[in-house]
């Protein structure tokens, strides 16, 4: 071994010194972002002898930060929703609605009174359609504008975004993969021409003071070294810095513009949008909190059906029938809020507003806040990265030891 190490190689091997670095600077680059990311779930055997992708290994931890790091900057959460603008909502729960109320009415009449509201006539039956059909914007309107009044106390902003990333971890990988695709192609071929140069003071050295020694070891060093100079360069200086004909700044932080444009679209399109938004509201931690507010205002409906059927149909509900016909209003009512949000179209319409919204704040953005879109996935674990480029530079010097010098 010792003589692999201190043995004098032949001319072209030593030539071959920059150019190999380049490829274990490139190399390692690739392997360090590709093992960020990839895989999405364990590979191997848990908990120890396998690996999982930095970024999902940790979803939940990455997407709390994501939400307090960077939707936090972005505004409150009322600010989202009245950014969603709730009338053109409401306009379009009511046209949704509106043609399948008869449908609903009896769905709802039927499970609580059955056949005695098929054999009902029919001028009583349109009279209670009607008086649904008439109470049915004022109750939408309202129980909206009960929501964007009390939203922080019915909406769990970061469960549910936190649920979100944590059930599609590919989803938090685009955020950034998406968001930072520029950066990620300069982080891995600025491998190839860091390693090349610190090649070139590798071969010097070697010049000076031959060893095969200086293969690992140089290695570590480029594998090190590569990783974090291409990191740094991502997001340093923050501010534009003049050297001479040049101006320099972080890379990801002079496509401002561009990465703002990117990331909107992605998270007003598959994060907060209106159907998770009130799903979130109904089914959440608040949850019970939220169906309460819909069945306070849905009651007056209620009455207001009762009233349009005339005395002669009200004194045929026996003491229990108001409490059942009730309830299965409000049950009906749980089972119809997401119908009329579940249109993609509609969706992305009010994507689009609320994406203009948070593209302009983003691009107005100091640099140190705008910088924390992206750096919170380096951060977290930076060093894990920077080491396992060492470690790999460190096995290719010894690889090269055996399979090019020897």
């Known amino acids: 071994m010792l003589e692999l190490l201190f043995a004098d190689p032949a ?38 002898l396998g690996w999982q992708g930095i970024i999902p290994r940790k979803a939940e931890k990455m997407a709390r930060i994501f939400v307090d790091s960077s939707m936090r900057r972005l ?27 008869r449908h609903y009415t009896d769905d709802v009449m039927i499970a609580s009174k059955g056949e005695t509201w098929e054999r009902a006539p029919r001028d009583l039956r349109e009279r209670v359609y009607g008086a649904v059909a008439r109470e049915l914007p004022r109750l939408v309107r309202d129980v909206l504008a009960d929501f964007g009044k009390h939203l922080e106390d019915l909406l769990d902003f970061r469960h549910m975004v936190v649920r979100r990333l944590v059930e599609d971890r590919s989803l938090l990988n685009r955020l950034f993969l998406e968001a930072g695709a520029r950066e990620f192609r300069f982080l891995i071929d600025s491998g190839f021409y860091f390693g090349f140069l610190f090649g070139v003071v590798q071969l010097a050295t070697w010049v000076i003071a031959p060893g095969r020694w200086q293969l690992p070891a140089y290695g570590l060093v480029v594998g090190w070294a590569t990783n974090w100079l291409a990191l740094n360069l991502v ?10 004909p040049w101006r320099l700044q972080g890379l990801f932080l002079k496509r401002q513009k561009e990465v703002a444009a990117v990331w909107c679209r992605i998270v007003t399109r598959e994060i907060l949008t209106v159907r998770r938004f009130m799903a979130s509201m109904i089914t959440g931690p608040h949850g019970e909190l939220a169906r309460a507010t819909i069945f306070r205002h849905l009651r007056p409906v209620v009455d207001e059906a009762l009233a349009a059927a005339g005395p002669l149909a009200r004194s045929a509900i026996a003491p229990g029938d108001l409490e059942r016909i009730t309830r299965s209003f409000e049950r009906k009512a749980l089972e119809v809020t997401a119908d009329p949000l579940e249109d993609e179209r509609f969706n992305d319409d009010r994507a689009a507003v609320v994406e203009r919204m948070l593209r ?39 690889a090269q030891i055996w399979f090019v010098f020897d």
């Open 75 to 101: 505004g409150s959460v009322p600010e989202l929703f009245e950014g969603m603008e709730p009338e053109v909502i409401a306009r379009h729960i009511e046209q949704v609605l509106a043609p399948r109320l």
């Open 360 to 398: 302009e704040r983003i691009e107005e953005m100091p640099p140190e806040e705008f910088q924390e879109l992206l750096r919170p996935c380096f951060k977290e674990d930076e060093w894990i990265l920077i080491a396992l480029g060492a470690v790999l530079g460190l096995l290719a010097g010894l």
């Open 235 to 244: 997001f340093r200086p923050l501010q534009p810095v003049r050297v001479g």
């Open 11 to 48: 001319p072209w091997k030593l030539a071959s010194i920059p150019l190999t670095a380049a490829v274990i600077g490139w190399f390692t680059n690739w392997i360090a972002i590709r093992m960020t990311f990839h895989p999405l779930r364990f590979l191997g055997i848990p908990p120890w």
